[in-house]
């Protein structure tokens, strides 16, 4: 038990490495003259390496699918594909967990917050806050995917990671204000 922990724990990492790179290995390799087939494999040990105890099975199935497209077929937009359901399979995490607890809502509860009616209304609304982004985040990156690979790669490489992180940033320092306020009432 203790090697399988002792394996996951590396190969989740590696996931999420690959998977903030993809970007821009995709941009290198096109540029280089890799060819789409080549990548499509790639995709493929990096959807496999992110599945390891992923709870978004779908969006890794939808991974390989889309590389086995670009094996079959030759063409790279099947890989610049990959952010678009990346970013919808998670907004629709968010979504889905809007008809029982929000998914901010369990973040809170991890972090042992206590669960006033302020915040649980707070963690609801920040929820749809994040399923708005991320549905917005999915259509500007699949608008991408039809621009050139310089566009696609610094949209999907640094801009989308830089609002995602803008996003978090501005949820925390609410969410900290929020719990300010609460106190001193």
Known sequence: MQL???LIRPLKILGL?????YPI??????QCGFSVRMMGIVLICIVLIG???????WVGICGILLAVLSLISNQDIFLKLYP??????????FAVSLRGTPLIQQFIQKMRYEMTPKVIKHARMA??????????NTLISLATVF?????????????????????ILVEYIIHVRARRNEKNN
């Not at 929820?127 to 917005?136: C, G, Q």
């Open 25 to 30: 290995a995709v941009f290198v390799a096109l």
């Open 51 to 57: 599945m390891a105890k992923s709870k978004i099975l």
């Open 84 to 93: 678009v359901f990346m970013n919808a399979g998670v907004g629709a995490v």
């Open 127 to 136: 929820t749809i806050a994040w399923v708005i982004f991320l549905a917005i």
């Open 147 to 167: 621009m050139s690979d310089l566009v696609w790669t610094v949209y999907n490489g640094l801009i989308s990671y830089c609002l995602i992180g803008l996003m």
């Open 17 to 21: 490495l690959a998977a903030v790179a």
């Open 4 to 6: 399988k922990k002792l």
